[in-house]
């Protein structure tokens, strides 16, 4: 079946360290693969979606992310965290619609 | 342009008791689906809509109906509510159905005692 699996439930870094979180799916055929970030007490804000074409996307706030298709991966990075990007953040695949359970991203000061 | 709407953002209900969940849209989006959100199980989809007249049951409809008589508006029923429908639930839109960015609405948390 398709899963969308986020290995790290809860990640701790200090302000201005970079940042990875992980995303590993499977799916047969190339999926439609989104990164969605929910602040406290709101809904989800789309950071960034690849769809096909250049591996390495980018995002709104500093985000990136690449799809790795050997390693059925598309982690999200940033490469300097600022307070405010401490959130929940969920990886998608769109091709039938599947979140992941979330990574709870804490910022250090 | 106030993109998803939901409301209430806060209910509280007894068990038994019956309720609708209100969404609407103002993007003229085809595809629009409700999902439940509870702590480390991410989003579950439970019905979804791909346009007005058409639904179908996501990943956990049981206990859920919905309908879709216009674009705009996606409303989720509860019949007969239980506990283990507290959650918070989340409508969101999109253009496309699969491929294209959903918007969300800003969530209704409910709680069934």
């Known amino acids: 079946a398709q899963s969308v699996t986020q290995p790290d439930i809860h990640i701790t870094v200090s302000e201005g360290a970079s940042l990875e979180l992980r995303c590993n799916y499977s799916?047969?055929?190339?999926?439609?693969l989104f990164w969605y970030v929910q602040s406290p007490g709101q809904g989800l804000q789309l950071l960034l979606k690849?769809?096909?074409?250049?591996?390495l996307v980018q995002g709104i706030k500093g985000f990136e992310a690449e799809f790795k298709r050997s390693q059925s991966s598309f982690n999200l990075r940033k490469p300097s965290v600022h307070w405010s990007d401490a959130a929940e953040y969920f990886c998608?695949?769109?091709?039938?619609?599947?979140f992941g359970s979330g990574t709870r991203l804490s910022i250090r000061p | 342009n106030a993109g998803v709407t939901q409301t209430p953002k806060f209910q509280v209900l007894k068990t038994g008791q019956s309720m609708t969940l209100q969404c609407a849209q103002d993007?003229?989006?085809?595809?629009m689906s409700w999902y439940r959100q509870d702590p480390g199980m991410g989003l579950r989809l439970i019905h979804y809509?791909?346009?007005?007249?058409?639904?179908d049951q996501g990943e956990v409809p049981n206990g859920y109906n919905v309908s879709r008589s216009t674009t705009e508006d996606f409303p989720l029923r509860l019949l007969s509510a239980a506990p283990s429908q507290t959650s918070v639930y989340f409508c969101?839109?999109?253009?496309?159905?699969?491929?294209?960015?959903?918007?969300f609405g800003p969530g209704t948390r409910l709680t069934v005692l």
């Open positions: 969101a839109s999109s253009r496309l159905a699969g491929t294209d960015t959903q918007y």
């Open positions: 799916y047969g055929a190339t999926p439609y």
């Open positions: 690849y769809f096909s074409g250049d591996t």
């Open positions: 998608s695949s769109a091709s039938k619609i599947i």
């Open positions: 993007m003229n989006h085809e595809y």
């Open positions: 809509s791909v346009g007005a007249g058409i639904t």
